[in-house]
């Protein structure tokens, strides 16, 4: 069966663009996280979703960074007037329900590049 | 405050030669404790959950374990195909859902 996509895998933005990154889940999976990945790090939360309510967002670094699951499924974040130091990889992840102790299985990521 | 380090950084083994990744942590209660396998370019891929103390889990070379201080996972004669990042993650009494995550383990297995 298909797993979690993103899409694109690869962005680069000049300084100040605006950027959107996209995620499919696996279908009929009720949560959905958003993670910041460094060079050489372990994922750091940015925001989750439980259908279409975004229930935790405090890991989003700043207010240029927005997310959103309008129909429970797909969702996208955005960042806006990116900066050099948004340069990561931005994983997605879904788990089946929103349950403690649920695993949670990961897209490929999008690495944004900000030049 | 909750904690997730991981040792050594790095491992470099000959093909055949088994060892030992660590995982300690430092929670407030532990619902589970997840191992995931990432590749280069690739999304992290579920390998086991740990919810006790003394649980054991297996899947071909690797086996995870867990203390109520640490895991480890154990590989046993590898392969180069086993070479990758090996991140650890836990999940505390206080989160439905959010893991907190070590820094990952680079394996390179050599032929």
Same mark, same amino acid.
């Given at each position: 069966?298909?797993?979690?996509?993103?899409?694109?895998?690869?962005?680069?933005?000049?300084?100040?663009?605006?950027?959107?990154?996209?995620?499919?889940?696996?279908?009929?999976?009720?949560?959905?996280?958003?993670? %910041?990945?460094?060079?050489?790090?372990?994922?750091?939360?940015?925001?989750?979703?439980?259908?279409?309510?975004?229930?935790?967002?405090?890991?989003?670094?700043?207010?240029?960074?927005?997310?959103?699951?309008?129909?429970?499924?797909?969702?996208?974040?955005?960042?806006?007037?990116?900066?050099?130091?948004? #340069?990561?990889?931005?994983?997605?992840?879904?788990?089946? #329900?929103?349950?403690?102790?649920?695993? %949670?299985?990961?897209?490929?990521?999008?690495?944004?590049?900000?030049? | 405050?909750?904690?997730?380090? @991981?040792?050594?950084?790095?491992?470099?083994? @000959?093909?055949?030669?088994?060892?030992?990744?660590?995982?300690?942590?430092?929670?407030?209660?532990?619902?589970?404790?997840?191992? !995931?396998? @990432?590749?280069?370019?690739?999304?992290?891929?579920?390998?086991?959950? &740990? !919810?006790?103390?003394?649980?054991?889990?297996?899947?071909?070379?690797?086996?995870?374990?867990?203390?109520?201080?640490?895991?480890? &996972?154990?590989?046993?004669?590898?392969?180069?195909?086993?070479?990758?990042? !090996?991140?650890?993650?836990?999940?505390?009494?206080?989160?439905? !859902?959010?893991?907190?995550?070590?820094?990952?383990?680079?394996?390179?297995?050599?032929?």
């Amino acid at each position: 069966g298909a797993g979690v996509s993103q899409s694109p895998r690869y962005k680069v933005a000049k300084r100040g663009q605006d950027v959107a990154l996209r995620c499919d889940p696996i279908s009929g999976h009720v949560s959905l996280f958003w993670y %910041q990945q460094a060079l050489g790090q372990g994922p750091e939360f940015l925001t989750y979703f439980q259908n279409e309510a975004q229930l935790d967002k405090s890991g989003l670094p700043s207010d240029r960074f927005f997310a959103e699951r309008p129909e429970g499924s797909v969702s996208t974040l955005k960042i806006q007037r990116t900066q050099q130091e948004d #340069s990561a990889v931005y994983l997605c992840a879904s788990s089946l #329900s929103s349950g403690s102790q649920e695993t %949670q299985y990961f897209g490929p990521g999008t690495r944004l590049l900000v030049l | 405050e909750d904690q997730v380090t @991981q040792s050594p950084e790095a491992l470099r083994l @000959q093909e055949g030669e088994s060892s030992s990744l660590n995982c300690s942590y430092t929670v407030s209660g532990l619902r589970g404790l997840f191992w !995931y396998r @990432q590749d280069p370019g690739k999304g992290p891929e579920f390998l086991f959950t &740990l !919810y006790s103390a003394g649980e054991e889990k297996e899947k071909e070379r690797l086996k995870a374990t867990l203390t109520k201080k640490e895991s480890f &996972l154990h590989i046993t004669a590898p392969k180069p195909e086993d070479s990758a990042t !090996y991140l650890c993650a836990v999940q505390a009494f206080n989160s439905n !859902y959010q893991l907190i995550w070590g820094a990952g383990t680079k394996l390179i297995i050599k032929p």
